[in-house]
């Protein structure tokens, strides 16, 4: 699979790891919506770019798990719309990345307590 990093497992985190899956669904979709940009983009990402989508990628996995140790697993959702912005901006530019990170928080919030 040429993507494979997008997936992500390319760092190991201990224990954290086997106890949550959560970081890797949300790595994964955030994969997914890149590679989504990347399609849709007029121009294709050359490598500092695709090396930018992985940074993002790693970037935000690293703090998914150390909000999960530190015990606050339950904030991860603030970060969503943050996350969306890096994983899209080095296909879509500035512009088009906060209007997927304003989607992103519309989406939020319009969903149902939990």
């Known amino acids: ?3 494979e990093w997008l ?10 790891r086997r106890e949550s899956n959560l970081p890797g669904k949300i790595r994964r979709s955030l994969a997914r919506l890149a590679a989504t940009a990347r399609d849709r983009a007029e121009e294709r990402l050359e490598p500092p770019g695709a090396r930018a989508v992985q940074a993002a990628l790693e970037g935000a996995e690293l703090l998914m798990y150390s909000e999960i140790v530190t015990g606050r697993g339950q904030t991860l959702a603030r970060y969503l719309p943050s996350f969306a912005f890096m994983a899209v901006l080095p296909s879509l ?5 906060l209007q997927v990170a304003e989607r992103a928080a519309e989406l939020l919030e319009s969903r ?3």
Do not use: K, L, Y
């Not at 997936?7 to 954290?16: A, P």
């Not at 530019?93 to 990345?97: L, N």
């Open 112 to 114: 149902p307590p939990q």
């Open 93 to 97: 530019g500035r512009r088009r990345a």
């Open 1 to 3: 699979m040429p993507d």
């Open 7 to 16: 997936q992500g497992g390319t760092t190991e985190f201990c224990e954290i």
